[in-house]
């Protein structure tokens, strides 16, 4: 069975950085997406950033140039470097790993931006 593990939340003030981890337990076949949403309070799920199998890469236009995101496909891995954190980042994020077959989510982790 497939688990999401996501790592890497937590309180940091406003300009600082995290560093967001999300590595898949267990086989999975057929990686095409990784992603990653997040849902602030009150507010629907959105998506942030994903990567496709050959590296490209899209951001919400809210993020772009602040977050990064990686992957590693040897140890189906995706990462998320938020640099320049705002308030309005606060929320729970979300891995998400599409294959052909299926959609897999992480449990989420609490990222709150705050002085």
């Known amino acids: 069975q497939v688990q999401l593990v996501e790592s890497g939340g937590g309180l940091v003030q406003p300009g600082g950085s995290l560093r967001l981890s999300c590595a898949a337990s267990?086989?999975?076949?057929?990686?095409?997406?990784m992603a990653w949403y997040r849902q602030a309070p009150g507010k629907q799920r959105e998506l942030v950033t994903s990567?496709?199998?050959?590296?490209?890469?899209n951001y919400a236009d809210s993020v772009k140039g602040r977050f990064t995101i990686s992957r590693d496909n040897a140890k189906n891995t995706v990462y998320l470097q938020m640099n320049s954190l705002k308030p309005e980042d606060t929320a729970v994020y979300y891995c998400n790993i599409m294959t052909a077959w299926y959609n897999y989510w992480g449990q989420g982790t609490q990222v709150t931006v705050s002085s």
């Open positions: 990567i496709a199998t050959g590296g490209v890469t």
């Open positions: 267990g086989s999975i076949f057929g990686i095409r997406t």
